[in-house]
């Protein structure tokens, strides 16, 4: 029966090693305490053996009347250690995924002529309704291709349709950014994809919107912390 526990344990350390190989050297020093640790306990628990004998006779004789007797509290104390460290790397994982959005990494997600620039201290007429209103975004008119493609890597937020701002998809790339596509005649996704930076998520054509007198383009918006921004600060226009 102790043989079994050691080899349960020995069992679930190699499985641990396993998983760890591809971590940093941090994650090894770490891994090494661990197993230190785990040595001194298992040293401790073999050196008295009429304690285990001791036990074994308790075992025998209860094994009918408590059947958790037979439960190492060791294997388990291990087992313990092993995912409370597993899930501190996962959350180190995640920290460092959520602090790898670099904006000036953002792609041009059409290219062609900026026909109107982003604003917000100024107002800009809008010949199809008639209205001076301020622009939170930046239109591109299309050069070669009228698809669409994602600005960074992220999840498909929304897909709405309406008469003003034609077909329109939000992307949501975590770090509080956001990247907002509009005047598309089609999308290619659907709410709860996954996109990769450059993936196509639609095209644009002739659309009835507020901005339709400008003909073919796109309607781009970046949202960080909840705010617009322009997105030219970030992209250049090759």
């Given at each position: 029966m102790k043989n079994n526990r050691f080899k349960n344990a020995q069992a679930k350390?190699?499985?641990?090693?396993?998983?760890?190989?591809?971590?940093?050297?941090s994650f090894f020093i770490i891994a090494l305490c661990i197993v230190l640790l785990s040595?001194?306990?298992?040293?401790?628990?073999?050196?008295?053996?009429?304690?285990?004998?001791?036990?074994?006779?308790?075992?025998?004789?209860?094994?009918?009347?408590?059947?958790?007797?037979?439960?190492?509290?060791?294997?388990?104390?291990?087992?313990?250690v092993i995912e409370d460290y597993e899930n501190a790397g996962n959350d180190k994982d995640d920290e460092q995924e959520a602090k790898s959005l670099d904006l000036k990494t953002m792609k041009l997600p059409l290219a062609g002529e900026i026909i109107r620039e982003f604003t917000l201290n100024d107002l800009v007429y809008y010949e199809a309704i008639g209205e001076w209103r301020v622009h939170n975004g930046v239109d591109i008119k299309?050069?070669?291709?009228?698809m669409i493609e994602s600005a960074f890597a992220g999840t498909?937020?929304?897909?709405?349709?309406?008469?003003?701002?034609?077909?329109?998809?939000?992307?949501?790339?975590?770090?509080?950014?956001?990247?907002?596509?509009?005047?598309?005649?089609?999308?290619?996704?659907?709410?709860?994809?996954?996109?990769?930076?450059?993936?196509?998520?639609g095209n644009?054509?002739?659309?009835?919107?507020?901005?339709?007198?400008?003909?073919?383009?796109?309607?781009?918006?970046?949202?960080?912390?909840?705010?617009?921004?322009?997105?030219?600060d970030y992209i250049t226009v090759q």
């Open positions: 350390m190699k499985n641990f090693f396993i998983r760890l190989k591809n971590r940093d050297t040595t001194a306990i298992i040293w401790r628990y073999t050196s008295n053996p009429n304690s285990d004998k001791g036990n074994d006779l308790a075992e025998n004789e209860t094994e009918d009347e408590n059947i958790g007797a037979n439960v190492d509290p060791y294997e388990d104390y291990i087992e313990g299309p050069k070669d291709t009228l498909v937020e929304a897909v709405n349709n309406s008469e003003i701002t034609g077909t329109e998809v939000i992307i949501d790339h975590g770090n509080n950014v956001k990247t907002l596509y509009n005047n598309l005649v089609s999308s290619t996704v659907a709410v709860g994809d996954s996109v990769k930076q450059g993936q196509t998520i644009v054509g002739k659309t009835v919107s507020v901005e339709s007198a400008d003909g073919a383009h796109l309607h781009f918006e970046l949202i960080v912390d909840g705010k617009n921004v322009n997105p030219m």
